[in-house]
């Protein structure tokens, strides 16, 4: 199945304007990701850049880019109308949403979410989660939890664990003694699937929990979870930046 990894981008942030743009020891986020997104294996990543500086940052490097109108409302959105510019349309089976601020991301973890979705015919989108082993994060609603349902264990060619998405919220969920999932915002659609995503209306669950994924199951949409051991760094606040300057600059 033709897998194509797209990275929405825009310089628009309430905590950190310009962050797709922020040096991280010498390389602005927006390539790292993309760098890492390039060494998943699935061919040349498409950058979707809301803004002209991305687009020619993107471009000075040797990265295929397309540029999206601003004021598209999300990053999903985004990721559609660059499928569409790209002109690759009908060739593509399996699109990979990576969001732009995620620069620590692995190229395994892209590799697991493309993994899932193969591995589970009846979902129309993947995403991925990770156990909660901070205090902190049980009831911090920066942080996403997932309410799973295991499915049945079954020959497959993963090892990765898999889950049906029941419901996504900033609560703490669900009630009771149990493991909490933190679900990591990397999405697989399968291409009509996005399409079909795009084009609903912002649901009601959606609007209270400000979560995106909840339209689609509001609207029947099933969406497959894969288990990971951790949940890759995103960058929201200055904080974040150091912290993938300090990892990064130790690197080199």
Partial sequence: MKTRIIIPARLASKRLPGKSLADIAGTPMILRVAQAARSAGFGEPLIAAGDQEIFDCAKKAGFDVVLTAADLPSGTDRVQAALKLSGNTETTDIVV????????????TIQAVVEVLQNSPSADIA???AKITKDEERDNPDVVKAVLSPLPEKETDTAIKLFRALYFTRTTAPYG????????????????ALEKFTKLKP???EKREKLEQLRALENNMQ???????????GVDSPQDLEKARA???DAQ
Avoid: C, W
């Fill in 127 to 129: 995403t991925l989660v």
């Fill in 97 to 108: 949403n990576l969001q732009g601020d995620m620069p620590m991301i692995e190229p395994k």
């Fill in 203 to 205: 649901s009601m669950l």
């Fill in 223 to 233: 969406i497959a979870v894969g288990l990971v051991d951790q949940v890759p760094q």
């Fill in 177 to 192: 003694d149990g493991v909490l999932y933190h679900h990591i915002g990397i999405y697989a659609y399968r291409r009509q």
């Fill in 247 to 249: 990892l990064f600059g």
